[in-house]
């Protein structure tokens, strides 16, 4: 097993703040009930509960939030945050950490992550909202893997759960907000 580097700083750290400042929620009011790991549908896969995150992130252990795999791996379903009694939103701090690792230079644990949020924001911003086939075949392209999973891709298809064709409804009003996104970042 590898070694892995704590920082510790039991005093509010630059990481509480930035993460407080990012997800605007308090971290602190966590009160270690696991509720919030009870209920997540990708617990399983994770590497750490959402409630660790939390607890690492009270501490002030950047190093173990930002190179977990779990905050790649949340799917932001905010069932975390629904099953939360303290009201802190779970799914917006594992948001708020994928935003400052990002910024950071953190580089993401699960590799294929950071593809697909590439491909998917590309695919919105082309198509206005989620164009599965072109999502399916930028995903194929960036990873080379042309062949996985084609026969799910089959069974979905006969099914009606991909359409070959995108929908164009939206795609003005979302270039729009990515224009204005851009303009508002480029200051």
């Given at each position: 097993?590898?070694?892995?580097?704590?920082?510790?700083?039991?005093?509010?750290?630059?990481f509480?703040?930035?993460?407080?400042?990012?997800?605007?929620?308090?971290?602190?009011?966590?009160?270690?009930c696991?509720?919030?790991?009870a209920?997540?549908?990708?617990?399983?896969?994770?590497?750490?509960?959402?409630?660790?995150?939390?607890?690492?992130a009270?501490?002030?252990?950047?190093?173990?939030?930002?190179?977990?795999?779990?905050?790649?791996?949340?799917?932001?379903?905010?069932?975390?945050?629904?099953?939360?009694?303290?009201?802190?939103?779970?799914?917006?701090?594992?948001?708020?950490?994928?935003?400052?690792?990002?910024?950071?230079?953190?580089?993401?644990?699960?590799?294929?992550?950071?593809?697909?949020?590439?491909?998917?924001?590309?695919?919105i911003?082309?198509?206005?909202r989620?164009?599965?086939?072109?999502?399916?075949?930028?995903?194929k392209?960036?990873?080379?893997?042309?062949?996985?999973?084609?026969?799910?891709?089959?069974?979905?298809f006969?099914?009606?759960?991909?359409?070959i064709?995108?929908?164009?409804?939206?795609?003005?009003?979302?270039?729009?907000i990515?224009?204005?996104?851009?303009?508002?970042?480029?200051?």
């Amino acid at each position: 097993m590898s070694e892995i580097h704590i920082d510790y700083n039991p005093a509010l750290s630059d990481f509480v703040l930035a993460l407080s400042k990012e997800s605007r929620q308090d971290v602190n009011a966590c009160f270690q009930c696991r509720k919030c790991a009870a209920g997540c549908p990708v617990a399983f896969a994770m590497d750490l509960t959402p409630t660790q995150i939390i607890h690492a992130a009270r501490l002030g252990l950047e190093n173990i939030v930002l190179n977990s795999r779990t905050i790649w791996l949340c799917a932001s379903c905010q069932t975390c945050t629904t099953r939360c009694p303290q009201d802190v939103d779970i799914a917006r701090v594992m948001d708020a950490a994928r935003i400052i690792a990002v910024k950071r230079g953190v580089k993401p644990s699960v590799k294929s992550v950071r593809n697909f949020f590439k491909t998917a924001v590309k695919n919105i911003s082309w198509f206005g909202r989620m164009y599965e086939l072109g999502l399916i075949m930028g995903l194929k392209l960036k990873s080379g893997e042309f062949t996985k999973d084609m026969e799910l891709g089959k069974q979905m298809f006969m099914k009606g759960k991909i359409k070959i064709l995108p929908s164009f409804k939206g795609m003005r009003d979302t270039r729009r907000i990515y224009r204005a996104v851009r303009k508002k970042e480029s200051r």
